[in-house]
């Protein structure tokens, strides 16, 4: 079984190199017309029109049907992000809920606390999903609880980590609803490491902060060690 599981984690990591470029990586693409992506069921989702790595997506029902044995039930609140949907998110939180922030890189701060700079998220690779619920309060009692030990204990078996846990000395807050799938973004992250630049993130409101900030060192690769291996 574990020569098996090998097996298919260098099947996925072949995959995932072929046809990577930055653009890929910054997300400047639409998964809609992407055929490595595909469409998430209503079944795991009450949003429309979200995308997943097929591989990702696989997984993921595994997953699901699995903690749904355990009385759990895991739905996606966000999959795929492109680079324009991260540009809206970021812009709008620019222009509105951290406006009277006056000093850029600070305000940048501020929003890079749970949302990323655009061509920096790693939902723009079709490997990372939100589950359940977006606030750490829910996880921490009831049934958000039981859901998170449950992933503590299972996610991994299907491929999947926490990139955001606690302790971390970069990157952004601890977010417990947040979790990747590792055959597939372990090497998107290699790639990001060896080929992305901080220069080369712009294009949105505040991306001259980008440089300052080091925003591919601290954001994109300051993520849980077990995620990195």
């Given at each position: ?15 995932s190199a072929q046809n990577t470029t930055v653009e890929y990586v910054m997300g400047k693409f639409d998964p809609a017309q992407d055929k490595r ?11 429309k029109e979200m995308y997943l790595r097929q591989e990702a997506y696989i997984a993921f029902k595994k997953m699901a049907i699995a903690a749904k ?119 998107l992250t290699d790639f990001a490491k060896a080929h992305l630049t901080d220069a080369q993130i712009k294009g949105f409101l505040g991306a001259e ?21």
């Amino acid at each position: 079984m574990f020569k098996n599981i090998l097996l298919c984690w260098c099947f996925a990591t072949v995959v995932s190199a072929q046809n990577t470029t930055v653009e890929y990586v910054m997300g400047k693409f639409d998964p809609a017309q992407d055929k490595r992506f595909v469409k998430i069921d209503k079944a795991y989702t009450d949003k429309k029109e979200m995308y997943l790595r097929q591989e990702a997506y696989i997984a993921f029902k595994k997953m699901a049907i699995a903690a749904k044995k355990d009385g759990i039930s895991l739905k996606i609140v966000s999959a795929t992000r492109n680079f324009a949907q991260q540009k809206a998110i970021w812009e709008t939180k620019w222009q509105t809920k951290y406006a009277h922030i006056q000093d850029p890189q600070q305000r940048a701060l501020k929003i890079l606390e749970f949302s990323s700079m655009p061509g920096s998220s790693r939902h723009h690779w079709g490997t990372d999903m939100d589950l359940n619920d977006l606030n750490n309060e829910y996880f921490a009692t009831g049934a958000g609880k039981k859901m998170y030990d449950w992933l503590l204990q299972h996610a991994a078996t299907f491929g999947f980590c926490q990139p955001y846990s606690a302790g971390r000395t970069d990157g952004y807050q601890e977010e417990k609803w947040h979790w990747t799938y590792m055959p597939l973004s372990k090497p998107l992250t290699d790639f990001a490491k060896a080929h992305l630049t901080d220069a080369q993130i712009k294009g949105f409101l505040g991306a001259e902060t980008a440089i300052r900030i080091e925003i591919v060192k601290r954001y994109i690769l300051g993520i849980n060690l077990l995620c990195k291996q």
